[in-house]
């Protein structure tokens, strides 16, 4: 089973910088830091870069941080995204998001939104969705690191009823999708 506690140490607020840690034990003794963040355009760039490097620099193995860090990663010459980049490598955090994450209509598409780890071998998958309820598109991540006692302990089976009423609907349904 699983608990979950805030992490204190790593959440706070500030006029750079917003985040959220949350601390998950495991029924093995173990524990994930899994941490969200925004940084608000308007706040100063260095101090939250700055207040970002000092909780990267504490965090525990096993920890990832998903958030919306308005530097566009896509700009490899940008100040902006070096600064970023050179932070979160310093401290063993890997981004795994590289597809633009942020599209607003008559603008370029960017990659301001991004999940960083310090634990790359437990990923399963990572990705984006597009969900059409905001500019941003959802950032998601599948870890071995909080899901792999709960795989072992599930089965999954799959059923599939093909009866004539099921296979006449879909027939239908394409149809009217096609025509």
């Known amino acids: 089973?699983?608990?979950?506690?805030?992490?204190?140490?790593?959440?706070?607020?500030?006029?750079?910088l917003e985040t959220l840690f949350v601390t998950?034990?495991?029924?093995?003794?173990?524990?994930?830091?899994?941490?969200v963040v925004y940084r608000p355009p308007s706040g100063v760039l260095n101090d939250a870069i700055s207040e970002f490097s000092t909780i990267a620099e504490q965090l525990p193995k096993d920890s990832h941080i998903i958030g919306d860090f308005n530097i566009d990663?896509?700009?490899?010459?940008?100040?902006?995204?070096?600064?970023?980049e050179d932070s979160t490598l310093a401290f063993g955090l890997y981004p795994l998001i590289s597809t633009y994450t942020h599209?607003?209509?008559?603008?370029?598409?960017t990659c301001i939104d991004n999940i960083f780890?310090?634990?790359?071998?437990?990923?399963?998958?990572?990705?984006?969705?597009?969900?059409h309820i905001s500019h941003h598109l959802a950032i998601?991540?599948?870890?071995?690191?909080?899901?792999?006692?709960?795989?072992?302990?599930?089965k999954l089976i799959q059923?599939?009823?093909y009866c004539n009423s099921n296979v006449e609907n879909f027939k239908n349904e394409l149809s009217n999708e096609l025509s």
């Open 1 to 16: 089973s699983l608990s979950a506690t805030v992490n204190e140490k790593f959440s706070s607020v500030t006029t750079n």
């Open 24 to 35: 998950i034990n495991k029924s093995d003794n173990k524990s994930t830091t899994v941490g």
């Open 73 to 84: 990663m896509h700009k490899d010459s940008s100040r902006e995204s070096q600064l970023l």
């Open 103 to 109: 599209e607003k209509p008559g603008c370029r598409k």
């Open 117 to 131: 780890t310090n634990d790359p071998e437990s990923m399963h998958l990572s990705g984006t969705l597009k969900l």
């Open 140 to 154: 998601f991540l599948t870890t071995d690191s909080i899901t792999h006692n709960a795989s072992k302990a599930s």
């Open 159 to 161: 059923y599939y009823d």
